[in-house]
């Protein structure tokens, strides 16, 4: 009877320890960063909501477009629930029991048998090059001073397009009814490099920031991708700058914005009869969209910031 | 006369069974009688239970060994009497060889695929599956594609060969287009038929095919058949039989999914339509046909005679050589891609498979009369569980444990033998694990009925 008690109040305290434990480890961490806004933990200490800050059960997320916030969970029973001043890090539980009965009903083999339907027939394995995106070169995006850069916007209902300077004078413009896109050259249409410009299509439709590759920098761009330019293959020339770009853009990331770069170039890599350089091709494309998400998460944020 | 000759029998009938009922009754007096009603008793639970079991991962997993072993002894009958049950399926297979040789295209050649068609059915083939797809989005090869129609426009202004033609379905149930789309009506000659087949979720082992597919939005709603059912029907059988079952399905009529669906072949044979997702007997696929792996020589012993397989890679003049075209006339032939770096290998009772040969042996196993089914689904199983159920409470509670143990046994062990013989002959899976396991419960009830009888020796006499 001793040993029994014993046992019970041994598991008692185990199954209770590893509830603390669970309470207490880190449910997920911020993929997009906001400055504006501000980590309140459980014990009233304030963090600022950066990227890879971590989060824990109880964690408030204050200040306007909390619950816009990204966020990578650690556990599925992780989430948030939004609250008067931001969101919550919350922690559902599964029912002691019933996850216990489920676990041994699973073990037992006692769960409903499920069927997997599979497609007993040959199917071309050709990979399909992924749409457009709808928006180039970004909602943020460093372009070169020299090189031809496509303004695409997707919306066939604009007027006009505005480019303006960090000051707010309009430095180029021009009409763009019916279209969805217009290609230019930067210093063809007055802009210089090292500066950073603002884009609008119709005012109100949208805007969008563009920054000109300094001298140096373009050098740089222009030298490496020289050099990458070697090699029968195109396939593979384009695939390496596109790997290239995107690399640039993930190390320096203040200096440059070239995902669209990399956009282009693995579409120029597309098509090529061995079906592993498409599938690495696809990857850059959709990397180029993913950044786009971000962007947009980002801007939406800070437009929400501005309004306030 | 003869009426009171029967009146007799009749009488004497009558008379037996009442002294022998009285005869019962006084036995169960005599001491036995809770023994006797507590195996009937477990008996009952356990055949609950085993029908509660049965959909169950576990009960499935348990049904798996048998009817894999039975797979298994399929493969070796093809293996010592090749003729008999290769039945009429035909493969022409662009295996790998070949496949290499065309330098891997993503999309196969269709100019090649319009080459064999049109030498299976001018040799007479009866149908043509085509388990390769002809999608329109992936890639339109201009002069192959024209060709391929020309071969097609052939065949159906003769009106000889029938054409299965394999269509994806995507998730919104919407049939993708092929290139040669505006030929196939699915009426007379040319179909639309889903590649589909099942697995297991726990072991992702091909073990089963399906009748047929939805398509199309709730207002639209049709059906496509499966590659077996159409194949099989195209063969042997008459198509109207399918068309009307796709209207009555369409109407709703059976919607409860009470009754399965028979479909008679034209050479006497029928095989049955489940009507449930969770059907465990009427759509596993028998593999008699087991293609040789020539990658992996020894681990996977295929059982198909040079008769029945046509290997691309050994020439198209042999597919079209009078003694190709003798093996193929009057058959049905799979056309496909063999190849692993096609992705159409699959797993299967046998080891891995590729999806067409896959394909073949669940045709065979429609055409040829050897589906499976259960006892219990017939009209007998009832009654031949409760007859099972009271022998075998009678035997434990007559003889000690180990006698009543090797009794049983013996039944059950020529049943384990013969079982195979008969899902051979009449198609039925005798199930013999769930009694088997029965037996081995029984040994830990028996310390209930101890405790039963105990307290019925402690209770005061009435």
Redesign the interface.
């Known amino acids: 009877m001793t040993r029994r008690v014993i046992s019970a109040t041994l598991l008692v305290t185990l199954i209770l320890v590893c509830q603390v434990a669970w309470a207490s480890s880190m449910l997920g961490w911020v993929v997009t960063e906001n400055n504006a806004l501000v980590i309140v933990r459980a014990d009233g200490t304030q963090v600022p909501c950066q990227q890879y800050a971590e989060l824990y059960e109880g964690d408030v997320i204050q200040g306007e477009g909390a619950d816009l916030i990204a966020i990578q969970w650690y556990l599925p029973a992780a989430g948030k629930e939004s609250t008067a001043n931001g969101v919550r890090v919350t922690l559902k539980r599964p029912g002691f029991f019933q996850s216990l009965v489920a676990d041994v009903k699973d073990f037992?083999?006692?769960?409903?048998?499920?069927?997997?339907?599979?497609?007993?027939?040959?199917?071309?394995?050709?990979?399909?090059l992924p749409s457009e995106a709808s928006l180039y070169p970004g909602y943020y995006a460093t372009v070169a001073l020299d090189e031809k850069v496509k303004l695409t916007w997707g919306q066939s209902d604009a007027e006009e397009l505005t480019i303006k300077d960090n000051k707010g004078n309009v430095v180029y413009s021009t009409k763009v009814r019916g279209l969805t896109a217009i290609e230019l050259q930067p210093d063809k249409v007055g802009l210089r490099a090292g500066e950073v410009y603002q884009w609008l299509v119709d005012e109100t439709a949208g805007s969008y920031s563009l920054k000109i590759l300094s001298e140096d920098a373009a050098a740089i761009l222009r030298r490496d991708l020289a050099t990458l330019d070697k090699g029968a293959n195109p396939y593979e020339k384009s695939l390496k700058k596109a790997a290239y770009v995107r690399m640039l853009s993930d190390s320096y990331p203040d200096d440059f914005d070239l995902y669209w770069i990399s956009d282009r170039y693995a579409r120029a890599a597309f098509g090529s009869?061995d079906?592993k350089l498409n599938r690495r091709a696809i990857y850059f494309i959709e990397c180029y969209k993913l950044h786009l998400n971000d962007q947009e998460r980002r801007s939406n944020a800070s437009a929400k910031e501005g309004r306030k | 006369m003869k009426r009171i000759r029967l009146l007799t029998i009749f009488r004497h009938l009558i008379q037996c069974l009442c002294k022998y009922s009285m005869l019962t009754i006084e036995w169960l007096k005599q001491g036995k009688r809770i023994h006797v009603v507590m195996n009937i008793i477990l008996g009952l639970i356990l055949l609950v239970f085993f029908h509660w079991?049965t959909?169950?991962?576990?009960?499935?997993?348990l049904l798996n060994v048998q009817f894999d072993h039975y797979v298994r002894r399929d493969a070796d009958l093809t293996r010592q009497d090749t003729d008999k049950y290769l039945g009429q399926v035909v493969y022409f297979d662009?295996d790998h060889l070949i496949y290499k040789s065309w330098?891997k295209p993503?999309?196969?050649p269709r100019d090649q695929v319009a080459d064999m068609i049109q030498i299976a059915s001018e040799s007479g083939a009866k149908v043509i599956i085509l388990?390769?797809?002809l999608?329109a989005?992936?890639?339109v090869q201009g002069e192959s594609d024209r060709k391929l129609r020309q071969v097609l426009e052939n065949i159906k202004a003769q009106g000889t060969t029938k054409i299965v033609f394999?269509t994806?379905v995507d998730f919104d149930k919407e049939m993708t287009a092929s290139v040669i789309e505006d030929l196939i009506d699915d009426k007379e000659q040319f179909f639309h038929a889903t590649?589909?087949?099942?697995?297991?979720?726990?072991d992702?082992v091909?073990r089963?095919w399906?009748p047929y597919q939805e398509v199309g939005s709730p207002e639209n709603r049709d059906i496509i058949w499966s590659?077996p059912v159409l194949a099989a029907v195209l063969a042997d059988g008459d198509i109207e039989q399918l068309h009307k079952l796709r209207a009555s399905i369409l109407a709703g009529e059976n919607a409860n999914k009470t009754q399965s669906y028979k479909i008679s072949l034209g050479n006497g044979k029928e095989f049955e339509l489940p009507v449930s997702?969770k059907e465990t007997y009427l759509n596993r696929i028998r593999f008699f046909h087991v293609p040789s792996d020539p990658f992996q020589p020894g681990k996977w012993s295929g059982n198909l005679s040079p008769r029945s397989v046509h290997l691309l890679s050994d020439g198209m003049d042999k597919l079209s050589s009078t003694e190709g075209s003798r093996s193929v006339r009057g058959k049905t032939v799979v056309i496909?891609?063999s190849s692993p770096?096609?992705?159409?290998i699959?797993m299967t009772p046998l080891g891995p498979m590729p999806?067409?040969y896959?394909?073949g042996n669940a045709i065979n196993t429609l055409a040829g009369g050897l589906q499976s089914s259960d006892p219990e689904h017939g009209k007998w199983s009832l009654l031949l569980d409760v007859i099972v159920t009271v022998i075998a409470a009678f035997v434990f509670a007559y003889l000690d444990a180990f006698s009543a143990k090797v009794l049983i046994a013996v039944p059950m062990i020529i049943a384990a033998v013969y079982s195979y013989e008969l899902l051979l002959s009449k198609g039925y899976f005798l199930n013999y694990i769930f009694p088997v396991i029965g037996i081995c419960i029984h040994e830990q009830i028996s310390g209930v009925e101890h405790i039963l009888k105990k307290f019925s020796k402690k209770s005061p006499p009435a």
């Open positions: 037992l083999g006692l769960t409903e048998e499920a069927r997997v339907v599979l497609g007993l027939n040959t199917r071309s394995t050709k990979q399909k009869a079906e | 079991l959909p169950l991962m576990l009960g499935q997993k662009i330098g993503a999309v196969t388990d390769i797809l999608n989005d992936k890639e394999a994806k590649p589909l087949g099942e697995a297991n979720s726990y992702f091909c089963f399906i590659i997702s496909g891609n770096d096609k992705g159409d699959h999806g067409m896959i394909q």
